[in-house]
């Protein structure tokens, strides 16, 4: 079964930088796109950015392609989200999520076949 396990959220003032890491658990990693996702209060979750298997390519949201980075170390079955010049809009849950099958929209939640518990990020003005 696979298990997905997000860290690094946490408090961060406005204009600076954090890291999320999703440690990927019970299958072979490279096989599956990897997402991240948020959800802010009272609002649906979103898509924020896709990686592929191999690393090759990788998508972000148009409202954080210029400040967030996913990449992942398929040798260390972690998938990231280097996120700079954070607003206070970011704050959200962050989820990480896989992807086995291809051939899916990645940019939307039924895209995706497993969640990770998700990871606060609180931005302060």
């Known amino acids: 079964q696979v298990q997905l396990v997000e860290s690094g959220g946490g408090l961060v003032q406005a204009g600076g930088s954090v890291r999320l890491a999703c440690v990927f658990s019970?299958?072979?990693?490279?096989?599956?796109?990897m997402g991240w996702f948020r959800q802010a209060p009272g609002k649906e979750r979103e898509f924020v950015a896709f990686?592929?298997?191999?690393?090759?390519?990788?998508y972000g949201a148009d409202s954080v392609k210029d400040r967030f980075t996913i990449s992942r170390d398929n040798a260390q079955n972690t998938v990231f989200l280097q996120m700079n010049s954070l607003k206070p809009e970011d704050t959200a849950v962050y989820y990480c999520?896989?992807?086995?099958?291809?051939?899916?929209?990645?940019?939307?939640?039924?895209?995706?076949?497993?969640w990770g518990q998700g990871t606060q990020v609180t931005v302060s003005s």
């Open positions: 990686i592929s298997g191999s690393g090759i390519s990788a």
């Open positions: 019970g299958n072979t990693f490279r096989r599956y796109t």
């Open positions: 999520a896989a992807s086995w099958n291809a051939g899916r929209s990645y940019y939307t939640i039924s895209g995706y076949d497993y």
